[in-house]
């Protein structure tokens, strides 16, 4: 979830629960989108649903069948109180189980990831974020309501038992976490306070599971990524007024800043030497949001200058939500929120950036993760 959705108009959300109100449980349904047994990587994509609906919801593409199926966790799971829950995060693979965090709902859904068969849920207020390392999840959280200032936390999750082992404190609203080495480095928002929002990343070392310091960076910091030399990229969003996004990288030998771009990164992977960024940042000054694509090579820490997408078909992608990147083929997966409250798109690209083929998702379709 986007803060975004901090500022999206109260009366879409209105519109949002009226809609919502007498609506059913959608059925799973498949659509044949490639051939079946082609290479790659079957994977889950959790939608977000708008907040106040309850309409967070898991597609699945199965690469042995060639097929993409949306609504899979409510047919997978039909007795589950209040469906998936309300507005799905963040989703991720770990071992033989499917994690999918559920920020509303204050919990993070564990199922079986053969099938998304539900095992449990391990609750977390207001949890934003994961990530997995020696056995361990960890869960970046809020932990608050609107309008406070207590610290965020992170928690750790034992993936054996699904016990939260241990927590620290973080600075407010913590967002995406990236580890290098034996240190896990979170991303400080404060977002629930604008103007007063956080910049900087904290330090945690995960032996002690301390907080052990503060990397200066910019405000309302957002995503964060490691790259495999060693560097950590992090998008600062601005205000949303005349402070403009940038996108930052720190160095973890030195706990510094090294370069910064001037380049809104509302969501961006790291694949091989590439950062591919796409940007969909909303201006308060134009009441519109701002879209574009780029690469930025991580060994030269340039910006390439062009777009990944190399067919035209960015023009057809109304708002360009999250990306991700298959380990196997590098087909590049784009997803397309379009208003936020009608059924999304995903498109996948070849590693060329031409179109293989799309699919109509749930509502604001986000993260994905894939299956080995």
């Not at 207020?125 to 992170?154: D, M, Q």
């Not at 940042?281 to 090579?297: D, G, H, P, R, V």
């Amino acid at each position: 979830m986007r803060n975004i959705r901090i500022y999206y108009p109260i009366l879409l959300l209105l519109f949002c629960l009226s809609c919502r109100k007498d609506a059913g449980i959608i059925p799973a349904t498949a659509v044949q989108v490639q051939a079946p047994g082609s290479a790659g990587n079957s994977f889950y994509l959790l939608n977000e649903g708008n907040m106040g609906t309850n309409k967070a919801s898991i597609d699945f593409f199965n690469k042995e069948a060639g097929t993409y199926t949306i609504n899979l966790y409510n047919t997978v799971n039909p007795t589950a109180t209040k469906e998936l829950g309300d507005v799905g995060n963040d989703i991720g693979i770990y071992g033989a189980k499917l994690y999918a965090v559920i920020n509303l709902s204050n919990k993070v859904e564990v199922m079986e990831a053969a099938t998304a068969k539900r095992i449990g849920q391990i609750d977390i207020e207001n949890c934003r974020y994961l990530i997995f390392h020696n056995g361990k999840a960890y869960v970046s959280a809020y932990g608050v309501s609107i309008g406070t200032a207590t610290p965020g936390f992170v928690a750790e999750i034992d993936t054996a038992t699904l016990q939260i082992t241990r927590q620290v404190y973080v600075g407010r609203q913590p967002e995406q976490m990236a580890i290098v080495g034996n240190t896990l480095y979170v991303a400080n928002s404060g977002g629930y306070s604008p103007p007063n929002y956080e910049h900087t990343v904290s330090t945690i070392d995960l032996g002690s599971f301390t907080e052990t310091g503060r990397i200066e960076v910019a405000i309302n910091l957002g995503g964060l990524k490691a790259d495999r030399f060693g560097s950590l990229y992090v998008q600062s969003r601005g205000d949303y007024y005349n402070i403009k996004p940038k996108l930052y990288r720190i160095d973890t030998q030195t706990q510094q800043v090294k370069d910064s771009f001037d380049i809104a990164a509302d969501a961006f992977t790291i694949y091989g030497d590439s950062a591919y960024i796409i940007n969909s940042s909303w201006s308060y000054l134009t009441n519109s949001n701002s879209i574009s694509y780029a690469l930025l090579n991580t060994a030269t820490h340039q910006l390439t200058g062009h777009s990944f997408i190399t067919d035209g078909t960015d023009s057809q992608i109304k708002i360009p939500y999250n990306i991700a990147i298959s380990p196997v083929t590098g087909d590049i997966y784009v997803t397309d929120a379009k208003d936020y409250v009608t059924p999304g798109t995903l498109y996948c690209f070849d590693r060329t950036g031409k179109k293989r083929w799309s699919a109509t998702t749930g509502d604001i379709p986000s993260a994905i993760a894939f299956l080995p």
